[in-house]
């Protein structure tokens, strides 16, 4: 039968314009969330990290927003390029462990 | 500054042979970590070292699966016998203590 796992959520977004791309994640006590990008056949990429005690980071081209009271987490990359399109992970991190979501695929239309 | 390194990048073997992949971490990273990544999901954690030392082996499945970091350095994960279900991308990942981790490129393991 077919995975479920082939299912991946996908955000198709015009070149130039800003991307957002969300992600729940399921632990209050985690105290650390990292986002990576993952292109096809390498491993996972890490863009930018937050720390549980701040609710907003910003790196070149990339910010992410922590929400805690509603446990999401978002990254918000700017003027998207073609060289973005990869499938971007959340992760918490729960007792030096870190909890991966289940990703999604950024898409760049021309 | 050299990235993790796996090897080989590709395996394809038949169900219930023996297959083990290798990993050298970045240099001076004391924490090493095994992952399974299946299609289109995120990495599962399968075993983390502290320098030579196992310290979270809980979803190793250990009937089959094998792991070792005898140095302290470089590490080899071991699957004895394959089963069709053990096909995936099997990463690699070292990091300093708990912090930042940087991953391989992985093995595409595919099991006949």
């Known amino acids: 039968g077919e995975s479920v796992g082939l299912h991946l959520p996908t955000l198709s977004v015009q070149e130039g314009d800003n991307s957002i791309i969300n992600c729940a994640y399921s632990?209050?006590?985690?105290?650390?969330f990292i986002w990576y990008k993952q292109e096809s056949g390498k491993g996972p990429q890490f863009i930018i990290d937050?720390?549980?005690n701040m609710d907003k980071r910003q790196g070149q081209r990339v910010t992410v927003l922590l929400n805690k009271t509603v446990k999401h987490l978002s990254l918000q990359i700017a003027a998207t390029q073609p060289g973005d399109s990869a499938v971007y992970f959340c992760?918490?991190?729960?007792?030096?462990?870190?909890?991966w979501g289940a990703g999604t695929k950024l898409i760049i239309k021309p | 500054e050299a990235g993790v390194v796996q090897s080989p990048r590709y395996k394809i073997i038949e169900k219930k042979q023996p297959v083990a992949f290798w990993c050298n971490p970045i240099s001076g990273h004391n924490t090493l970590y095994w992952y399974r990544q299946n299609l289109g999901q995120g990495p599962e954690l399968l075993i983390r070292y502290e320098n030579e030392e196992a310290v979270d082996d809980s979803q190793l499945p250990k009937d089959r699966f094998s792991a070792e970091r005898l140095k302290g350095v470089d590490s080899t994960l071991k699957i004895q016998p394959a089963e069709l279900g053990d096909s995936a991308v099997y990463l690699c990942a070292s990091s300093l203590s708990s912090n930042e981790q940087f991953f391989g490129p992985g093995t595409r393991l595919t099991v006949l």
């Open positions: 632990n209050s006590a985690s105290d650390y």
């Open positions: 937050i720390r549980s």
């Open positions: 992760a918490e991190r729960l007792n030096y462990q870190l909890i």
